[in-house]
Every structure is written in structure tokens, then in C-alpha cells.
């Protein structure tokens, strides 16, 4: 099928194999596909693909390679730093979407495993294991639109880390079309496997770079059906570190949340989002959201949240504190933590940041970073919004848009405040990107802070399994 | 440093480099090294080196890579399957053993994590989390002797892992020597980082082959201080899989333990092993060992263990059960599962194996294991023992001593029936090794087990990362 198969022809060899309607060409077609949702990053494709199974993905895959034209891999377009989109820059790639792979080929509710296709919405996967008496723990704010393969290749995170893990530590085994076709079949659905060289994990986070995963088995967990929330304002982080630990050791893996943000991240919330209201009563300089999940016993976890948040005010740790008294309530507070972005979005330039520190030194990042930026910009306002719980804190200077347009070179101090920032976590073990990835934002970094070492290992694996550059060349790698 | 270095200069070399008490050159020396601890694999080694750091690690790698001589890195030599000691034919290697690197760098209670050199007791670890308030969760039967590394180049399992999983998913950082002496330090302790391949997950189970782990940054959780235990008789495994399916539901990740034993299997522990006791009055087809554990309240523990069981007696899925009414009992009870492997190497010949299956599959896995090993001798006696939550059993063709003396060819007996087992397991996709590892027992199952795209992928792996076979050169991938 491969012969003479070139550049020029590949759109209609494609055409050929897949039908007419699996191949966009038109750029009304692909204006989809070719930008991110936030508009920040664009790149020419050569076309569009969108294979119903996974031996057409493998077709696909043998025909570009035969061309000699890259394939960029594409799963909901949700990437917060470029991953998804083509380079402005270079030779248009065949982007290779999933959305046509949905099926949900099985769950086994007793194995507490599914196994889904790439295409398959997150929301949907969770859903389909919550009508099993199960969950897919992997919980983020682009669930409704982004594709399981999506957050397996970037290991996506969220907010249920803290108890379940990233999505690595939720897969049981992966289907993989590899740089020349092959279609490598580990869709083994074990709890233990010890056969040689954990092939998955390779694919895992690796942002398509080493093989196009068309379906994964995914691991379920049993539904926490009770659950007890609290908002509290910690003397300072240190003490939220403190607290953080009394939780972990009275209620152990009941623990299912555990968000800090500072007085600016939650008066912008409040300045910005309709009905949002104030948890608690005065004005204070940090504020928690801790949450509890069990499957059994609300009265039990009420108890135990009531215990020990008695026991942190008694040790001078909380100023003040209120529990959830139902589910309205609840459902209030997480709106307060889930509003940030939309809040942040309106109210001014904010420069995320998505560093993680070891947990114990949460507090030491954050003042040693608002030292640094404020080195740069005296009195400059920085929200700060984090997973406490993982480490993993987003450190954002704020510049209100007066005073951004007033920069005579705004990229340059986006690029010196984050630096700045990410410094910091570098001197504390820490990373520039916990959960959000590399994509194209994220490249320079790799060659800041990676070893020499690391990157060679990196570009050995990656030659060993790319060896031509097909997938999604440049990426991932400096 | 490497200026001709040759094989028959290496040893001098060695202990140029590393003193001359790190350098066992005498066969009376090396015999603790070259055979594995029950005596079934032997095989030669130039020397055993002792290095006592990292740097003298590399030291031993560039001077062995330029001599051209294999290594074969070792820890505690506790393997069930000949993985840690030469094989009986072919160079024989340098063998790197780690015993001497057992620094424990760092324990950080508030991060959950602590940084360990390759040579630490596994039991030395548990011990200092324990320590410092904090639960370092891999449990298994060597742990008094087996090393920190070796479990990580295993990815060992054990007890424990139906609640934390296995060795892979208690490590959040590595420092590994490569196969051209290069030292990569991955010793990151964060939660979450995703910054490109997560290059440890390599490492973790490669069994030498890839690099040598000389520390871990290892995961820690909160240590649990209350238990429940139970010991019942299901009406048979599959009863015994929904009775597991009612406990994750009531108890979440409480549970902790469901450790599964058949009637011959108590039979024998209770004929051969003093002391042991039926922990049910009658006699029983099917055992089953529960334990829940959490960080609070033993009585709602033992009240969650007590109606769940119940509901299991109402619906007609167990025939007896008890309940240990203290630690002592507790204690007992699990003396009677850990009497498993002295019960069965005193009372006859056992043919062990290895397979995980889907823990939904268990029964059907027992059922045509029985029937498939009974077809080839008719009556056969069967041990089953497993740790049903995993779906890991280990399914026991049993020949009394005499038997086994009166056969013709009994080592081709022993391999019809494990291949005859194996191929079950296969049949259900599930694995021939689910927790010893592959070693030189598994070696050849790799090649009849093994799609060859998996194969093929790695033996890529193995020659990007170690191009001239210097490491443990034909294990793991044949």
C-alpha cells in the first residue's frame, strides 16, 4: 500500500484509506484542530485524520511514514501550554485526532478495570465506571471536553492527586501504534506484572512523542459515596503544612482534598464571579479547603474533620473555620476554589506558574518566590492557588492590564517573572511543571533545568523508538 | 583511569580503585555471591565488588565497560527465580553487590518520603518510617534480608499490595548508574512532575539490566494504627470474589489483606509446620484471611469487618468464620498464612507457581488449572494460596517425595505442569510472573509468552540505554 507514496500524495492516499469524510483539507476545516482554545498558539497541518480504529490509526501511521511527514497526535485540544497544536514554524504536520476512537470496549466492575478508546471523553469514563458501582478517580476543569489519551499522555493530574494519584498510577496496561505501524497490544488488565521492561509507562506522559495510544486499561477504584468538607484559614502556609500532616495522620486515605489559596486569590474571586460569598466571616491572609471521601460513615468523617480542626485551633494553627453543614454548602466552597480561573481570567495578567516543591517545603517556596518577584516589581500582587496536598503550587504575579500595557516589553518580564519563580522551585528539588506538561511553552525549560544526563537518556529512548522523527518531532526533547 | 584495562587486568584494577577489601577475588570468598540461597542456581564470577558509594559504582562500571567484562548487579540475593547470581554457563561476570551502600540520606515525615541507598534492608527501611511516624508499606517474606535495590529492580509485590501496590508505586525518585558510568540523580521527591519520559519507571523492574539503582527517594504514607482481622470459610472462590467485591464497597481502602488458601494447603500447613492451629472448627474447602487497617477507630473497624461478614453469611457465601478478638489472635492467624512456604518445602515436592489473572477471573482460573493439571496425572493433590485482591495465585501442583523419586523424567514433568498452568493463566490474559520477576526461571516463558512487537520494543530499550550488553547481559528479554 506504501508505494510512492509522497508528500504531495499523501493527503489522497489518505483519503483512499480511510474514506473521504476521515480527512480534512479545507482550512475551514482544520481551524479546529490547528489552534489551542485559548488562542495563544496556531500552526499550519498538512490536513486532518480522524481514524475510526485502531488498524486505520496504523494505516495512517505507515502511509505518513512512508512520506516522510510528521504526525502531530491530537486528543481534545485542551493542552494549557501548546501541546496540542502544530509549531508555527516548520513543516506542517498530518495531525492525527482520536474523537472518531469512543468506544467503551469493557468494564469489569470486579476487576475494578475498564478499557476504553483514546477518543472516549474523561467525563464519560468516569461516568461509565460510576454506573458500575465504581470510579475513575482522574477529576480536572477540562473533563467535559478533554480524551482519555489526552491525559494519558500527559499524565494529567487534577484535583483528586492527593488520594488516587496522577494518571500513571490509573492505568493498568495501554493499546500502542508505534513510529512504524506496529500495533503493540499491552492491554493487560493485572494488578501485578512483573514480564521484563514496563512497556506503558514509556508511553505515559511522553506527549506523543514515542507512539499514538489508541485505548488504555484503566484502573477503578471503590465510590466514596460519604464526604465532609471544611474551608479554614491557617495562621500561614507553615501552619497549613502542620495541619496538612494531623489530617493525613487521623484520617489517612480519607483525605481527598487539600487547596490553599492566599487573601488576593480569594478577593479576586470574589470581586469577579456573581455570588460568590466570603466562607468565612472576616478577612484573612490564607485560606484551606480540606475535604474527606469515604465509602461508608458521614457521621464518622464529620466527627473526625470536627476533631481535628478543634484540635489545630486549640494549637493556635486556624483563625477561624467552617464545615460544610450539607451539600449546597459543599458544593459552594469547591465553587469559591473552582472560580479562580475565571476570576483571575477577568481581573487582571496573571502569569501562571505550575511548580511543585516537596510538600514541606510548600512554605519556603512561597516566600522565597514572592521575595524574588517582588525584587523585580516592589508590592506587585501575586495570587497563589495550589494542591497543598501534592506539592504542587500555582504561583501567579498579577499585573492589572493598565499596567501591562505599560510595560515597554511585556513578554521579556513574563519571561523574567516566571523565571524568577521557577528558580525558586529549582533551588527547593522542586519542578517548573507539575501537571500542566512540556508542549511548547514548556521546551526552553527542559534545557534550563534538566541535566545533561537526563536529556541524553531522554533523546536515546526516543531515537530507540522514533527513530525517523515521526512523531511529534522537536517536542517534548530540546 | 581506563588505560588498558583488560580482563585479565580488571581484578587488579578493582581493587586499585576500590581497596582491596572491596574486591573478593577467592572462591571461598565469592560462594555467598555466586549461589542463590536454596542451592538451585550457581554460576562463576570473576570477583564481587563492594562499593561504598555512588562514585566508586561508576568507578567499577567504566573500568568493567572497558575491559569489556559483563556486571551482574546484586542485592541481598534473595530471589525465587535465579535472578540475582550468574548462570551456570557463558563469561562470567564482575558481580557489583550493593550490601555496602545502606546510608540512609533523609527522611521527611511532612513529605512522606525518605531517600535510601541501594543497600538498605527492606525491613531497615519499614523501621525508620515506622520511626518517624510514617509507613514505608512493601512487605514481603524476605524482608529481613533482601536490599532496598533489588526490590526496585523487581518491582516486588508481597502483602501489602491489594492497598499500596506494588514497589513501582511506592517510588518517586532514583539515582542510577548507566552503562557508560554516568551518574543520573532522579532523586526528585515530589508528588507530581511532568517534565518529560519519567525516566525511573525504566529502571524500576528492569532486573540490572538497564542500570544499577545505587538510591530511591521512596513514597511514605501515613502509618495505620488500629486493625481488624478475620478468618472465613467461603462456599468456594467465586463466593470468596464477591465476599472481596462487598469489602471494597463497605470498607474502601481499609482493606488491607484478602489472602486466599485452599483445604489441602491448610492441610499441610497444619500436618508440618507445630504449633499451628485450624482457625475454624470443621473442615472447609476454602480459606480466606481479611484484614482492614486505618489510621483511627478500632471498634468501627471491627464493626464495618463484623456486618459485612454477616451479610455474607445472610446471602449464603460463607459456611464459618471467626473474628480475632486481639492482637495476639490477629498474630496467630497470620502465623498460619505465613506458614505456607515451611508447610510445603517439608511436606513434598511443590511445583510453584506464579500466574495474575483479572482478580474477576480467579475462580475460573483455579478451576481449569485443576482440571488441566489433573488431565496429566489424575488425583494430583493442588496447594492454591494467593493474594486474591491482586489476583495473583500461586497455584501448587504438590508430588509426595516418593512420587516424585518414581518418575521417569521429572524434570520434564515439572515443566508440562507449570507450562500447563502458565498456559491457563495466558489464556486468561493474565501473566506467568506476577511478583517473582522473570530471572533465569522465566527466561525462556518470556519467548512463549511474549508478542514479539513487545520483544522487539525491548530489546530497543535495552540497546539505547545499554548498547554494549554490559549489564546482566542476556537476562530479562531473550
Known sequence: MNNAVTRGTLVSRLQDALGATAVLGEASDTAGYTEDWRGRYRGEALCVVLPSSTAQVSDVVKLCAAAGVPILPQGGNTSLCGGAVPPAVGAAPVILNLARMRQIRDVDAANGSMVVEAGCILKTVQDTAAAAGRLYPVSLGAEGSCQIGGTLSTNAGGTSVLRYGNTRENVLGLEVVLADGTIWNGLRALRKDNTGIDLKQLFIGAEGTLGIITAAALKLHPLPTHHALAWFAPRDPAAAGQILGMFQNACGSRLSAFEIMNRH?????????PNRRNPLGGAHDWHVLVELGDTRDAEGLEAVLTETLGEAIERGLVEDAVIAA???QRADLWEVRHSVSEAN?????GLTTDCAVPVSSVPAFI????RAVQAIVPGLDIAVV???????????????FDDWDALADSAAMGDAMRACVNDVAARLSGTFSAEHG???TGLPLMARYKSPA????????????DPNQLLNPGRLVP
Open 454 to 465: 537526563e536529556l541524553a537518556l531522554m533523546h536515546r529512548v526516543k531515537a530507540a523508538l
Open 367 to 370: 516566600d522565597a518566590a514572592t
Open 326 to 328: 450539607n451539600e449546597t
Open 345 to 349: 481570567k477577568k481581573a487582571a495578567v
Open 438 to 440: 512540556v508542549g511548547q
Open 265 to 273: 486569590q480569594l478577593e479576586l474571586v470574589l470581586a469577579n464571579v
Open 386 to 400: 495550589g494542591h497543598m496536598g501534592d506539592g504542587n503550587v500555582h504561583f501567579i504575579p498579577m499585573f492589572s
